[in-house]
């Protein structure tokens, strides 16, 4: 199959967006309502189905929900400096490159992360066809990320974390339950009814808010120079360790094999990026998937016991007590 190859270039208007998604042949309307720029884009024929909405929240802010499948092989390749511009991204379908290849049935969902990352390392949108693509960004300025950083990390050198020399992938975390349930609720609107705008505007000033709330619970962002492929192969350990929760924990060495580097670098790059050590990340997993079992009233103790490989329930309930403040039979009263 061929590939079709465009270079675009963000900037603080809507119109690099128009640009590329005409050149892509879909269709594209620009409107301004009550002084707000908004760009629709739509196709429904050979190149694809589905659409997009780029609105300028602000001079400084942009949000970008695109929902859509794509029919044949392209290619996008942003040619931005970087620390331009900055993006929080929300991906439900894919990671932070639009790469593939993670499993898409572990029991936890696989890839669906928020990212903040400078925008000119997210620089290829190579999507797989017929494959869904359902995807959130909220693009900053410069000056907008400074100010936020600014307003959180007030005990932090704001020059080391906007040194790009030092970071690449700023924050990487699990998308929370509140935010995952907001985009997918967007799914249910059709993008070309009036109002939409309305819609999306709340939408990611919400997330902006849950953001802004997680990024004041890290005690620090990272500072890392950390690779594309290094976060993608880190997350492929992450969904291992998710799908293989019922047994015993991986082990560093194996997980530095699957994430192809030395079990030392795999170790420190995965406490950075998630902020837990591996192991302490699959036991808090573990615990939680516990819970879900032991909610449905179909499931035993001793089942959740035997399937996620405890020696007895002793062990178990000890470790389900210290995580979770009480007991595996008052699971109910755990307050979410």
């Not at 070309?192 to 997330?207: A, D, R």
């Not at 492929?229 to 060495?253: A, C, Q, W, Y």
């Not at 990340?281 to 573990?286: A, R, T, V």
Request: with cysteine; aromatic share 12%; net charge neutral.
């Amino acid at each position: 199959m061929e590939e079709d190859y465009y270079v675009f270039k963000i900037d603080q208007s809507i119109d690099w967006y128009g640009k590329l998604y005409r050149e892509l042949g879909f269709e594209t309307q620009t409107t301004q309502i009550n002084g707000q720029n908004i760009l629709f884009t739509k196709a429904d024929g050979d190149i694809g189905r589905g659409g997009a909405c780029l609105l300028q929240l602000s001079h400084d802010i942009l949000g970008l929900y695109l929902n859509v499948i794509y029919n044949k092989n392209i290619k996008a390749n942003m040619v931005n400096q970087l620390g331009e511009f900055f993006v929080i991204n929300y991906s439900i379908s894919d990671a932070i490159n639009f790469e593939r290849g993670l499993s898409e049935d572990s029991k936890e969902g696989s890839s669906r992360l928020v990212t903040l990352t400078d925008a000119a390392l997210i620089n290829n949108f190579s999507p797989t066809p017929f494959t869904p693509i359902k995807v959130l960004r909220i693009i900053m300025s410069r000056d907008f990320a400074v100010n936020l950083a600014e307003n959180i990390f007030v005990d932090f050198d704001i020059n080391k974390l906007f040194n790009t020399n030092l970071n690449t992938v700023f924050l990487q975390y699990e998308m929370d339950e509140k935010s995952e349930k907001i985009i997918s609720d967007l799914s249910q609107y059709n993008i070309y009814e009036p109002g939409f705008h309305i819609y999306l505007t709340s939408v990611c000033y919400n997330l902006l808010a849950i953001f802004q709330d997680v990024l004041k619970s890290r005690r620090k962002p990272i500072l890392s120079k950390l690779s594309k492929e290094d976060v993608i192969m880190i997350e492929k350990s992450r969904v291992h360790m998710i799908e293989n929760l019922e047994g015993k924990f991986p082990g560093i060495t194996n997980l530095g094999l699957i994430s192809c580097m030395s079990s030392s670098k795999f170790k420190i790059l995965f406490t950075k990026i998630y902020g837990l050590a591996p192991q302490k990340y699959y036991i808090n997993k573990k615990m939680e998937y516990a819970k879900k079992m032991l909610l449905n009233e179909d499931t035993s103790i001793s089942i959740v016991v035997f399937k996620l490989g405890y020696q007895n329930a002793s062990a178990f309930t000890r470790q389900f007590k210290k995580y979770f403040g009480v007991l595996p039979k008052d699971v109910k009263n755990i307050i979410v």
